[in-house]
């Protein structure tokens, strides 16, 4: 016997139970059938009965009804009705968040500083790879460079491929100049696989001052802040902690990290992970909230 056909048949019977018993007296006389067809439609069971009637919840884990879907199927089958509801729990449904590496390429680091910068952001990626967060990744120097797009990250996954042609630029560090190619180019921009209702969050790796503050590009934190894009600044080495603040966003103190070379990085990857994994959670909270406003107005 297949472990379908077990499932069906356990189902089977606990709806046979559910159409007739009251308490747990079991009667098998009049039973009613609820099919779904799917693999696992009844894997699990839960009974209701309220001043509304009686009905029962029935799980059928495989089935997704969206790709952030993490609970598969709910049905609300009712007696007396051939074919069962399906509801969704908007506790089931991951928030989307769309994250972007900023990654400082400049001449200051030395080539052993850049390689533990991308095996940092290597490390992330493949922890969080079961996640509904998509990655995308831009390198800075005196030039900014995507090195993936949300779209590539979808299509390969694999981030040491992705980031195989990652050179070391070795020039000047102008932070402000990718932040502003990052929300002009990429953050928002649906070519290239970003989510038009996903949290924005920036992820900048950088060992100093930018070399661009405050000349053209000092309106670029405020417009950042003004999209709500959450800004995660990692300083190593000898960085200005000020500065490297005024690129966090708020609250800037808890956003803001420091280690003393690139080795230290790995010793902030679990609470780095933990805040990404919290910005999900964060986000789906508010909008269970929001969704909570919106019906209690009506
Ligand atoms: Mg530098």
Redesign the pocket.
């Known amino acids: 016997m297949s472990v379908v056909a077990v499932a069906i048949l356990f189902f089977t019977h606990l709806l046979q139970v559910a159409q007739v018993s009251h308490g747990l007296n079991i009667e098998v006389r009049d039973p009613q059938m609820f099919q779904n067809g799917a693999e696992q439609f009844g894997s699990r069971v839960w009974h209701f009965d309220s001043s509304d009637g009686k009905w029962i919840i029935v799980s059928e884990p495989h089935k997704k009804q969206s790709p952030n879907d993490r609970c598969g199927g709910i049905f609300k089958c009712i007696n007396g009705r051939a074919e069962c509801q399906s509801i969704k729990f908007p506790e089931c449904t991951k928030h989307n968040v769309d994250l972007v590496f900023l990654v400082?390429s400049?001449?200051?680091?030395r080539n052993a500083d850049f390689i533990n910068s991308k095996s940092f952001i290597i490390d992330i990626m493949k922890n969080m790879s079961s996640t509904s967060i998509q990655f995308a990744a831009v390198q800075f120097s005196s030039d900014v460079r995507t090195e993936f797009n949300f779209s590539r990250y979808q299509a390969i996954r694999d981030p040491e491929k992705l980031l195989t042609n990652m050179q070391h630029m070795m020039l000047s560090?102008n932070t402000h100049k990718a932040l502003n190619y990052t929300i002009g180019n990429l953050l928002y921009n649906t070519q290239y696989g970003a989510k038009e209702k996903a949290t924005k969050v920036l992820l900048i790796i950088t060992?100093?001052d930018s070399t661009d503050f405050d000349k053209d590009y000092d309106y670029v934190t405020k417009r950042l802040d003004e999209k709500h894009v959450i800004r995660y600044a990692i300083g190593v080495g000898s960085v200005n902690i000020k500065n490297l603040k005024s690129l966090a966003s708020e609250p800037k103190d808890s956003n803001t990290f420091y280690v003393n070379d690139y080795k230290g990085l790995r010793r902030i990857l679990d609470n780095m992970q933990d805040r990404i994994y919290n910005v999900e959670v964060m986000e789906r909270k508010t909008e269970m909230s929001e969704n909570r406003k919106m019906g209690s107005a009506k």
């Open positions: 400082d400049s001449g200051s680091l560090t060992d100093g």
